[in-house]
Every structure is written in structure tokens, then in C-alpha cells.
């Protein structure tokens, strides 16, 4: 399996733009999560997804994020209007619910908001 | 939230046996102890986890106080590729409700 994947790799853009962040998560695995990484606040869980449904957006920062998982093999993150407080590394990752306890990470989507 | 406490740093010398501690004073019964790993800015990585047993598999060792309040991850031979930060995270079964939160963690620095 190719792992988890997400796209862009990075995005730089301005103050004010929508920004989209994909994620494919590995076959087979029914929970989906978002996380975004900074220096000042860490890894923090954004929202999280099982067989599609979000269970529980209690970390999402603010109406302007927003996540949907139309079906098991594509997830998005989507931040509109985009903030330079936005800026950090968004990661996706997934899971099988029996309890092996590996969660997949994708390799991440660096965004710069000027 | 975070439901454990890590030291912020801990330095470690090439060869030698990195004990990274990790409190969870408030684990339930049904949570499991994991640990993971995030070398520089690439994606947390699985290491190992448990309930009450001490687990050993090929990159460390896990080893849960009897009264499960605290732990150790045990890296044997501590290698330069080894220093990144290091998260230990409580967390009970999925379908439950449970999530991963990753708190601060360790940052691990292998010294030649």
C-alpha cells in the first residue's frame, strides 16, 4: 500500500484565498483524522472522521475550517478565508479500530499564509 | 486533552539506552499506553504500545508500572537517527470515543 496521502506537499498563498488540503487514507482503514502542527501549540487533533461520518470537529479552530469525507478514499480540509495564523503543517492520518494502535501519518502539507 | 506528562528534553549518548519517562496518572482501565515518534518535520511514527505488560518489539521496549500510573520507553542502543521528539499518549478503545492527543512530548537528542 502506498500509505496515507495528502496533497499539496506545500502551498504558499495570500491572506484572504481558500485554501484545500486532500488526504487519501490506506484501503481499508475507517478512521480518518486531521491534525495541524505548529511550534507554539504542537499537535493538535482538528476533526476526526469514521466510515465518513465526522464523530467528533471539537478541535477545528473556527467556522472558517471545515473538513468532508465524501467517501472512504478521500478526505479535504478546507480553510476559507485563509489567515497568517493559519500557517503550520496539517497532517492526515488513519486507522483500523483493532486496536494495533498504528496510526498512519501522511508525510504532511506545509501551509504559508502571507 | 493530553492525559500524560513527558519531560521536554532529555539528551542521550550514541550506544547507550534511552529511558524516556512518561506519567498518566489518571488512566483508566481500558486505556492503552502508546508511543510514537516525530523526526524532525516528517509524520509521527508508531514505536510500540500496551496495556499492562511490558512490550518489547524490534525498536523498543515498553515497560508500565504495576499500578499503570506511569512508564518507560527503553530505546536499547540509542542511535543518532534516534533523536526526534518522542510522544506518549493514553487512550481508550476507538469506538468509544477515544482519539489520539499527542501533547508536548520529548525531545530526544542522541549525542555522538
Known sequence: D????????HEVTEMGQ???????????????????????RGLELLIYFNNNVPIDDSGMPEDRFSAKMPNASFS????????????????????????????????????TVL | DAKTTQPPSMDCAEGRAANLPCNHS??????????YRQIHSQGPQYIIH????????EMASLIITEDR????????????RDTAVYYCIVRGPLNTGNQFYFGTGTSLTVIP
Open chain 1, 2 to 9: 502506498a500509505g496515507v496521502i495528502q496533497s499539496p506537499r
Open chain 1, 76 to 111: 479535504t480540509l478546507k480553510i476559507q478565508p485563509s489567515e497568517p495564523r493559519d500557517s503550520a503543517v496539517y497532517f492526515c492520518a488513519s486507522i483500523t479500530p483493532d486496536n494495533t494502535g498504528e496510526l498512519f501519518f501522511g508525510e504532511g502539507s506545509r501551509l
Open chain 1, 18 to 40: 481558500e485554501v484545500t488540503l486532500r488526504c487519501k487514507p490506506i484501503s481499508g482503514h475507517d478512521y480518518l483524522f486531521w491534525y495541524r502542527q505548529t511550534m507554539m
Open chain 2, 26 to 35: 489518571t488512566i483508566s482501565g481500558n486505556e492503552y499506553v502508546y508511543w
Open chain 2, 50 to 57: 500496551g496495556l499492562k505488560n511490558n512490550e518489547t518489539n
Open chain 2, 69 to 80: 500510573k506511569s512508564s518507560t520507553l527503553i530505546l536499547p542502543h540509542a542511535t543518532l
